[in-house]
């Protein structure tokens, strides 16, 4: 039986340059899938080395994180042991008289305000000032005619902030309305 099909190729005819162009086209593409088979497994080295950097480097993150928060304060701590030793020193000297001793504490504070000065602690020191209720905390009111009211005319105990964060309000008396 003879193929009129011009589309179709004659299996008898073609037979041998058939079988050679389907077993080249086949060694192309297998050729093709090896190459694309290693590039696959190269890219999956890839991937799986990057994943394992940012494994470490969120380990090394953490490790240094923590180490930071162990030795935050290690500076301050640093610079708190002279204002330490002052104390200590003073303490046992035992034959200082009152006059002698608080001139060791005023040294010792005035140490002690350097180093929380540096370390960005202000003091909130209100007194003859208005009333701010975001840095003072009021305990008691008082009349006054000296001063207008809503004025602080005393600091039971000072305030403190922290970098532009209060720590401690300032505890104040504030002349009151009339």
């Known amino acids: 039986m003879q193929n009129n099909d011009p589309h179709v190729p004659d ?27 290693s590039e696959l497994a ?15 480097q969120r380990r090394r993150l953490q490790r240094d994180l923590e180490q930071a928060r162990r030795f935050a304060n290690e500076k301050l701590l640093g610079d708190l042991l002279p204002v330490y030793d002052g104390i200590v020193l003073g303490l046992t000297n035992e034959s200082a008289d009152a006059k002698t001793m608080r001139e060791g504490l005023e040294l010792t504070l005035k140490q002690l305000e350097k ?13 003859h000032q208005p009333f701010n209720p975001e840095h ?7 009349e006054s005619n000296e001063h ?13 902030v922290l970098n532009d964060r209060l720590l401690r309000p300032a505890l104040v008396a504030v002349v009151r309305d009339n």
């Open 11 to 37: 299996q008898v005819q073609d037979g041998g340059a058939a079988d050679g162009g389907v077993n080249a086209d086949l060694d192309a593409l297998t050729a093709k899938l090896g190459a694309l088979e």
């Open 42 to 56: 190269g890219a999956r080295e890839t991937v799986l080395r990057e994943r394992a950097e940012i494994e470490n």
């Open 136 to 142: 003072h905390q009021a305990i008691s009111s008082v």
């Open 148 to 160: 207008p009211p809503g004025t602080v005319v005393a600091v039971v105990q000072k305030g403190f």
């Open 115 to 127: 180093v929380t000065q540096s370390n960005g602690l202000t003091v909130v020191d209100p007194l």
